[in-house]
């Protein structure tokens, strides 16, 4: 019997003793090892990180060598980190199973240092921050914000060459505060700033009113009421636009003086003389405009079944993004530059740009507009022109672009013609990128043709209309825009008479 009681505690004794065995045997085997080297532009001092069956980091050494030692067995993540560099591969992954693993090497290259921030506000998204050497207007470089508003302004020389920076938000539309975060100091490590607070720089704005049309005559008559406009149109009351021509899907308003330039509305689809429709325009600023036209009452030809006048309803939406114009005389020896600002909301404007120094603007209240009032630009050599206006609101400053594009030259057909398909042609303007339309109109300024819109310097009329012996007829060579000034508009008259 004390035989058999004995057995037990010998029996727990050895069953502890294998246990104590098997967990030692099991810590024998952590003695593989991970090394590796780190080359190129920094060696030492470099930061290795190990995840995965453990968490380890340590740094290189002078040499560039790093050994992570006892590694269980298992998979693992090496990543190496120094700020200002990048890493090739920017990690590598290792299995280790019993045996070691042995030249996991990175090698180093210089970034330099990064200026991190956020943008909060009205806007976060594709927001632009520049970097500058400070006090100066060199950019070093730039940066988008991501959709939490987050961006990382690096460059090799941010540390290198220079170690102060300014730092400037951008987006057209918004205004941010601060304007600009000055003297930053990233000469040493990489920095993050404090936010930019983003905000609309204008309304969007609405109007409505009455209309009559006379396809005739070209004349539209606009009476606006109920307006809120952030910029200076519309205006409350009553207006003309003449010459105005419309197509299945474009209406023109050729009016020099509310606008620089020629307004060109689009739709999808209609009836030629007809404005009923969803009309958009977008300006020389960027400001998008959408007018709906109603038709309550028209005549129509018998002959033609189009029609020749109409009267109804008009509603505006305006999305606003800039106030500010500029627009010049047809030979670009002068030119006028404006920013409407109806509630004089502003403290200050300034504009600076093509054939001028920083100007400031005045403001008149009976125009509801800071202005230069007529600038001399007959030395600049050719067009597109784009000016750059500052404007400061209760401290908060930001700027707003407008630009022009140059008028065709040269234009044919002139005078007497003969053939019935004629072909119309011009010398193209100096700015690259430009396309071109072609409007043709009768002696009554009817519109009678329109071409596609293209690039290149001629256009074969195409029309079903037939001219008639002995009568005039008008055109325009419309610029549609160019790479510089996408939004720019501009346009050269011609006429023809047609004697077989």
């Known amino acids: 019997m004390s035989a058999g009681k004995n057995s037990i505690p010998v029996l727990l004794s050895f069953l502890i003793i294998m246990f104590i065995t098997v967990i030692g045997c099991g810590k024998m085997e952590a003695t593989s090892v991970i090394s590796g080297e780190v080359d190129g532009d920094i060696a030492a001092n470099v930061t290795i990180n190990m995840t995965?069956?453990?968490?380890?980091?340590?740094?290189?050494?002078?040499?560039?060598?790093?050994?992570?030692?006892?590694?269980?067995?298992?998979?693992?993540?090496?990543?190496?980190?120094?700020?200002?560099?990048?890493?090739?591969?920017?990690?590598?992954?290792?299995?280790?199973?019993?045996?070691?693993?042995?030249?996991?090497?990175?090698?180093?290259?210089?970034?330099?240092?990064?200026?991190?921030?956020?943008?909060?506000?009205?806007?976060?998204?594709n927001v632009t921050l520049t970097a500058y050497s400070s006090g100066t207007t060199t950019s070093v470089t730039t940066a988008t914000t991501d959709s939490d508003g987050k961006?990382?302004?690096?460059?090799?020389?941010?540390?290198?060459?220079?170690?102060?920076?300014?730092?400037?938000?951008?987006?057209?539309?918004?205004?941010?505060?601060?304007?600009?975060?000055?003297?930053?100091s990233a000469g040493g490590a990489s920095v993050t700033i404090d936010d930019f607070v983003s905000e609309a720089t204008h309304a969007k704005g609405s109007a409505k009113g009455t209309y009559t049309w006379n396809s005739s005559s070209g004349d539209l008559i606009i009476t606006w009421t109920s307006v809120t406009a952030p910029c200076n149109w519309p205006k409350a009351g009553s207006e003309t636009e003449s010459l105005v021509t419309i197509s299945k899907t474009i209406m023109t308003w050729p009016d020099e003086v509310q606008w620089p330039g020629l307004m060109i509305w689009t739709r999808t689809s209609s009836t030629k003389n007809n404005p009923a429709g969803e009309w958009t325009l977008t300006d020389q600023s960027g400001n998008t405009y959408t007018a709906t036209f109603t038709v309550t009452s028209s005549t129509t030809d018998p002959d033609t079944d189009l029609i020749t006048a109409a009267s109804g309803s008009i509603s505006l939406a305006e999305t606003i993004v800039n106030c500010a114009y500029a627009w010049s005389t047809s030979d670009f020896k002068e030119v006028s530059l404006s920013y409407q600002d109806p509630e004089k909301e502003a403290t200050t404007v300034s504009v600076s740009g093509s054939g001028i120094s920083t100007q400031s603007?005045?403001?008149?209240?009976?125009?509801?507009?800071?202005?230069?009032?007529?600038?001399?630009?007959?030395?600049?050599?050719?067009?597109?022109?784009?000016?750059?206006?500052?404007?400061?609101?209760?401290?908060?400053?930001?700027?707003?672009?407008?630009?022009?594009?140059?008028?065709?030259?040269?234009?044919?057909?002139?005078?007497?013609?003969?053939?019935?398909?004629?072909?119309?042609?011009?010398?193209?303007?100096?700015?690259?990128?430009?396309?071109?339309?072609v409007q043709l109109r009768d002696s009554n300024y009817n519109l009678i043709w329109e071409s596609d819109t293209d690039t290149g310097s001629s256009f074969v009329y195409t029309g079903a209309t037939a001219f008639k012996s002995g009568s005039t007829y008008y055109y325009y060579v419309i610029v549609m825009g160019t790479d510089a000034c996408g939004n720019g508009r501009s346009f050269a008259t011609g006429s023809f008479t047609y004697s077989p």
């Open 52 to 125: 995965g069956g453990a968490t380890v980091s340590l740094t290189t050494d002078a040499n560039g060598e790093y050994n992570f030692n006892n590694v269980e067995n298992g998979y693992y993540t090496i990543t190496p980190y120094l700020d200002g560099y990048s890493f090739s591969p920017a990690n590598t992954e290792v299995e280790i199973n019993g045996m070691s693993a042995a030249d996991i090497d990175f090698t180093s290259s210089w970034v330099g240092y990064s200026i991190s921030g956020k943008v909060t506000g009205d806007v976060v998204a």
């Open 361 to 437: 603007l005045d403001y008149n209240s009976a125009t509801g507009a800071w202005s230069t009032g007529v600038l001399d630009i007959s030395s600049l050599p050719t067009a597109p022109f784009t000016y750059t206006f500052t404007i400061t609101d209760s401290g908060t400053t930001w700027e707003e672009t407008s630009c022009f594009v140059d008028w065709p030259t040269d234009l044919a057909p002139t005078g007497t013609i003969t053939t019935k398909l004629p072909t119309f042609e011009w010398t193209e303007i100096a700015d690259s990128g430009s396309s071109y339309m």
């Open 151 to 184: 961006y990382a302004l690096t460059s090799t020389s941010i540390g290198e060459n220079v170690d102060y920076y300014d730092v400037k938000p951008s987006l057209t539309g918004y205004k941010f505060t601060p304007s600009i975060r000055e003297n930053i």
